[in-house]
């Protein structure tokens, strides 16, 4: 809450399930509340703290690439984005 206000003009997303018992609801609401624009807000419904990470979060994940693209304002194609790349260890 201290510092949310200073990631502006970054975009924010926050995504979040109403169904979290660990960072509530009304917690996030006003966390988001809290951060200047450019920022989006997804709640989804029924996902759990645990839950929102698979399988909703791969559902979202399309989503998730639109917003990075209209954030960074590059056309980063899906196929690129998603599934990440596996980066190769450096040698040292």
Do not use: C, Y
Not at 1 to 28: F, K
Not at 80 to 88: F, Y
Request: hydrophobic letters at 45%; glycine letters at 4%.
């Amino acid at each position: 809450m201290n510092v949310v206000d200073q990631i502006a003009p970054r975009p924010l997303l926050v995504i979040h399930g109403t169904d979290d018992r660990r960072i509530l609801e009304s917690q996030a609401r006003r966390l988001f509340a809290a951060a200047d624009q450019p920022k989006t807000l997804w709640l989804v419904p029924g996902a759990t703290h645990n839950t929102i990470r698979t399988p909703v979060l791969d559902e979202l994940a399309p989503r998730v690439v639109a917003f990075m693209d209209g954030a960074l304002g590059q056309a980063v194609s899906q196929a690129q984005a998603w599934p990440p790349r596996q980066r190769r260890p450096q040698a040292m």
